[in-house]
């Protein structure tokens, strides 16, 4: 009887710890922290799921609103991608032993248009924040929200309990075309920047390239004035970008050369002019052609000259040079010396 009454205890402990087991497994599995959702002009809704997963599990499935979802992705705590899989709502997560996961994605199915009134709905397992477009007005609910809330930026974050919840709202009209105006200043501001780019006008470009993120964020954020403000900011610094000094120079290179060049010629000219030959010349006005022309070649020629050089310089024959440099040379003009067997005339110092 004993023993029977201790197997009858035994059977309930054992019994319990494997509802108890179960029941854990169950319920920490995973767990849905928070889920958040940001609604765009155009009826995209941006949502963002934290859960807790159960550390000793490879994978889970959990199902999420708005299927079928677009750029969705998974990934942990520090922003290591995960694998995943999506079948209909439900995306099954290899988590393989990580405690935090994030799903990101974003869906058209969460939110429907009659006339101008936009309603949004979803059912989440835990209370959830809305952030609703810009210049939305909010019409209706479908509960009593926990929060509302005006963010810095004036569109309206709502928080709504958990389940199915909806928040109706209208957006005036005239935000479509502000969305067109920011889309163009945009396209305005990243054509300029890479015309910038191709003319290698890089200086002051960084601040441009800079205001354009920042018009590309708020558009995504919906805050299509702010974009289209920032975008033409953007334009107006690409246009006004300029080439670094290096760069200049080098587009200049050829007319520096050019430049370069011409002095060097005006300067040998004004010292021929000045100098050199040209004050053999005014001091011995009596040379005839032929004598100037030989003392050219020697002044030329650095000062002095080879005869054989000479005469093919002058093609003048060989006995006319030869009597012509003799001449200057009594004259005290010139000085002959022999190199290698052959006469060398050099410019008298004087």
Do not use: C, H
Request: avoid cysteine.
């Amino acid at each position: 009887m004993g023993f029977l009454r201790l197997l009858l205890v035994l059977s309930v402990i054992v019994i319990f710890a494997l509802a108890v087991s179960g029941v854990y497994s169950e319920v920490y599995v995973y767990r849905v922290d928070s889920m958040n959702f940001t609604v765009y002009f155009d009826g995209v809704v941006d949502v963002k799921v934290k859960l807790s997963v159960n550390e000793t599990y490879l994978f889970f499935t959990v199902s999420l609103p708005g299927s079928p979802f677009a750029n969705i992705m998974v990934y942990d705590s520090s922003n290591t991608p995960l694998d995943f899989n999506v079948e209909d709502s439900d995306v099954t997560v290899y988590s393989f032993g990580e405690s935090l996961v994030y799903i990101d994605y974003e869906t058209f199915n969460l939110t429907y248009k009659e006339g101008v009134l936009w309603t949004f709905k979803a059912k989440a397992p835990v209370d959830f924040y809305v952030v609703l477009p810009y210049n939305a007005s909010i019409t209706g609910f479908s509960d009593i929200p926990l929060e509302v809330t005006l963010l810095k930026d004036g569109r309206i974050l709502v928080k709504m309990p958990e389940g199915l919840q909806y928040v109706s709202y209208v957006i005036p009209p005239g935000i479509a075309e502000f969305k067109l105006k920011a889309l163009n200043a945009i396209s305005k501001a990243r054509g300029a920047i890479a015309d910038a780019k191709a003319e290698g006008r890089t200086e002051g470009l960084e601040e441009a390239e800079n205001l354009l993120v920042e018009a590309e964020s708020l558009l995504d954020g919906g805050d299509y004035r702010g974009a289209e403000d920032r975008a033409n900011q953007a334009y107006e610094l690409a246009l006004n970008a300029r080439k670094p000094l290096i760069g200049v120079v080098l587009d200049y290179m050829p007319y520096i050369v050019v430049i370069i060049v011409l002095a060097v010629a005006i300067i040998l000219f004004l010292r021929f002019r000045r100098g050199g030959v040209a004050r053999l010349f005014r001091e011995n006005p009596w040379l005839d052609e032929d004598e100037k022309n030989v003392l050219k070649v020697v002044w030329v020629k650095g000062g002095g000259a080879f005869e054989s050089d000479i005469r093919e310089a002058l093609d003048l024959p060989k006995t006319t040079v030869w009597r012509i440099i003799k001449k200057l040379e009594e004259d005290g003009l010139v000085k002959v010396e022999k190199i290698r067997g052959e006469n060398y005339v050099k410019l008298a110092k004087r």
